[in-house]
């Protein structure tokens, strides 16, 4: 599988030679050809006569094959359901085929992400051509990661003015990426194979707006099937994503000019966002336990999650672009929403950031708990969880909430209804002042206004924490945090599970929930701005930090006043989207 | 017969093969790929093709004796697949006979389809007759089809 930037797959140096396929073909006939023909590619074949055990052995070895060659028609599963399903779970290259080269088969074999179709009876030369899909998905995704770690650098500095070029609210789409998309753009960028019809068409901005509602149409499937079997049977646990088809997303979102195709390479991109984010979070959480979701995210290579970095323009903060980079926003505790299991959640830990957690440092015990905002590193806000749509843009406005914690008043991350089932040690935890690193605890009991602004000091750029922290007083919360994931929570404490927080209880409520656990940023760079950078546009989290003096020593009185609203809210249930599909989002939140 | 004359028989019983349309293109690609490591490559695809074949006909002729009820989806399907199957070791006839039949399966026309079906199994038969006659020639001359 690929491994992340480059080929540092298992294959050896003489790729393509050694490229592992995957052939899924009832006919015994045609499975006995292709191997021989795959092999004298010098590949390394695998046959499957059933859809079903193609899936498993998928599953079984994860990264194990480098691309799918699969027959439409299929006794036990359509074919473009398997398409969709290796798209989704395993991100591989799919290349159809089929005797029936009819015009609207094959449309139908490129609109749910094959990045081939082929005729049968199928020609050597054809085969020994199909690398290309492999290596173009893997230029992709570097490009990807490296749009989502420039992210931060650009955000800050392009925040603001530019933000609104092209006319698009940066919503979903950081000013970088869309920069930088632009450059793609410009010099053809046939991003997905799978995509390619609709890249090439014009391109959908994945607005916040439109990503929220994407989000909980996700949540909302995934809620609604959490219980249902997977069709495959296969699929257990957490609701994957995989789960969630594109169709009924789609149809859930209700928006006439997105089309199904648009839906799937959003979709692709966000499970491989949460995926990576997972896999920081995992890494790094050394706290909080970030929730994962027990879905199978495949781990995306690259690390996501570093970028997250969240950078909280001290003075754009106020416009409110944050970037979340990568991984870190999550935090979703509790996911209000889901509350069941996260399913699907995605991204479910929270973004390991080593670096900086989201911190507001509070170093001061005076801070309050409750006002802690742990942001750790954005924990890939499960699906359910995170509620990027859940971050209206009014959302931003309000706090300062850079770690996220908001506690309600006090209330330690009162994850209480919400997150009673998260063990969130937050509530405890997130205020806790001892936690060491600086986390900004937002608590909504603390001082609720002046401090945010402080808070915004704190929400250092953590990469990826996402935090919103608004320096403006945290306003009830449910406009902060809100954002979706923090609706949910009404204890609000945002359930910042942020690895700084040291919080043992982090550790609960890792375990506890998959929220997302937002690390805590440590605020290195107060100063100057805390950078959050979100990544995933839906957050809209204004940072009001304004110069975040927070710094180093998070002053609880900042904090206090912020949390209100951000308890609630808090929980970040920031997707975090490949930075390059969701720009910050501007608020106005942010304090200077 | 001696070598060469057998040989020679074999070529020109594959010619004829392909001179009367039974095969195409598709069996000399499949006979390209045949090596040392598998010298009886091409035999066995067209053996694994009659044993899986021989479900279909027989799953057609059940479906086809439900008339008038006829499914003419799942007839489709079959056919789809047997197709697919002739198709890949170039059993060129067998392969026009299922189009054939699928037009008059989409036509939902019945008679024609009984038709279809008939032409079917006879060319699925001669096929294979001729081509076990074929690899028999094969094996005694000890060459590949192919020269």
Redesign the interface.
């Known amino acids: 599988m690929m491994e992340n930037n480059g080929f540092s797959s298992p294959r050896n140096d003489s790729f393509p030679a050694g490229l592992r396929v995957l052939v899924v073909d009832?006919?015994?006939?045609?499975l006995?050809?292709l191997e021989?023909?795959l092999k004298?590619c010098s590949y390394e074949v695998t046959t499957c006569g059933l859809a079903r055990d193609a899936l498993n052995l998928l599953r079984e070895r994860k990264g194990g094959y480098d691309i799918v060659i699969s027959?439409v028609?299929m006794p036990d599963m359509d074919g473009f359901k398997l398409l969709e399903l290796v798209g989704l779970e395993m991100d591989l290259p799919v290349i159809m085929m089929?005797?029936?080269g009819e015009t609207s088969r094959v449309m139908k074999g490129v609109q749910h992400g094959a990045c081939d179709y082929l005729l049968?009876?199928i020609?050597?030369k054809e085969l020994r051509n199909i690398w290309q899909h492999v290596f173009r998905k893997k230029i992709h995704e570097v490009r990807d990661i490296e749009i989502l770690e420039g992210n931060e650098s650009f955000q800050m500095t392009r925040n603001g003015s530019d933000q609104y070029e092209d006319g698009h609210v940066l919503c979903g789409e950081d000013l970088t990426s869309i920069n930088k998309r632009k450059h793609f753009e410009s010099k053809h960028d046939e991003k997905d194979t799978g995509d390619s019809i609709s890249t090439k068409k014009a391109r959908v901005v994945w607005s916040v707006d439109l990503h929220q509602k994407f989000v909980k149409a996700v949540n909302q499937i995934g809620f609604d099937t959490t219980s249902l079997p997977s069709f495959d049977g296969a699929m257990t646990g957490s609701v994957c994503l995989a789960e969630v088809g594109p169709k009924k997303i789609l149809d859930m979102m209700n928006v006439p000019w997105l089309t199904r195709e648009n839906v799937a390479s959003h979709l692709q991109k966000y499970r491989l966002y949460l995926s990576r984010l997972q896999k920081e979070n995992d890494f790094k959480n050394p706290a909080g336990g970030i929730k994962q979701s027990d879905s199978p995210l495949r781990d995306s290579a690259g690390s996501f999650g570093s970028q997250n970095s969240i950078n909280l323009q001290h003075n754009d903060v106020s416009n409110g672009s944050y970037i979340f980079s990568g991984s870190s926003l999550v935090v979703h505790n509790g996911d209000p929403r889901s509350h069941d299991s996260d399913r699907k959640r995605l991204v479910s830990t929270p973004v390991e950031e080593p670096k900086r957690t989201l911190t507001v440092n509070v170093p001061n015990p005076r801070i309050p708990r409750s006002s802690q905002m742990e942001f750790g590193q954005p924990l890939a806000p499960p699906q359910s969880e995170v509620d990027f749509g859940a971050l209206d843009s009014t959302f931003p406005t309000k706090y300062p909430w850079c770690g996220i914690q908001l506690k309600k008043e006090h209330n330690p991350l009162h994850l209480n209804d919400e997150f009673s089932h998260l063990p969130l040690p937050g509530q405890k935890q997130l205020t806790q002042a001892d936690y060491p690193q600086p986390a900004p605890a937002i608590s909504s009991a603390p001082s609720s206004t002046p401090s945010h602004n402080e808070y915004r000091s704190n929400v250092n750029h953590a990469r990826s924490t996402a935090i919103a922290v608004d320096s403006s007083p945290i306003q009830t919360k449910t406009d902060v945090a809100n954002h979706q994931a923090v609706e949910p929570n009404s204890k609000s404490t945002p359930s910042l599970e942020n690895q700084g927080f040291n919080m043992n209880s982090i550790t609960e409520f890792e375990s506890s929930r998959k929220n997302i656990n937002l690390g805590m940023l440590p605020f290195t760079t107060l100063e100057e701005d805390l950078q959050v950078c979100w990544v995933p546009g839906d957050c809209y989290m204004n940072l009001g930090l304004q110069n975040i003096e927070v710094l180093e020593y998070f002053d609880p009185g900042l904090i206090t006043d912020v949390p209100v609203n951000l308890n609630d809210g808090l929980r970040f249930d920031y997707e975090f989207y490949d930075p390059t599909e969701y720009s910050l989002i501007d608020q106005s939140l942010f304090i200077a | 017969m001696d070598r060469k004359q057998l040989q020679h028989q074999v070529a020109s019983v594959r010619k004829s093969l392909f001179d009367q349309g039974y095969l195409d293109d598709q069996f000399n690609r499949l006979e390209d790929l045949q090596d040392e490591t598998n010298p009886s490559f091409v035999e066995e695809v067209v053996t694994l093709f009659y044993s899986d074949s021989a479900r279909f006909i027989q799953n057609i002729e059940q479906a086809m004796i439900k008339k008038p009820n006829i499914d003419f989806g799942k007839l489709d399907d079959y056919m789809h697949q047997l197709k697919g199957s002739s198709s890949s070791f170039g059993a060129k006839k067998v392969k026009n006979e299922c189009s054939q039949f699928r037009e008059c399966c989409s036509a939902r026309n019945i008679e024609g389809c009984i038709k279809a079906f008939q032409q079917l199994k006879q060319e699925h038969a001669t096929l294979r007759r001729k081509l076990e006659t074929y690899f028999q020639l094969v094996k005694q001359a000890g060459i590949a089809g192919r020269t």
């Open positions: 009832d006919d015994p006939t045609w006995k050809i021989k023909m004298k027959d028609y089929s005797v029936d049968k009876p020609r050597m």
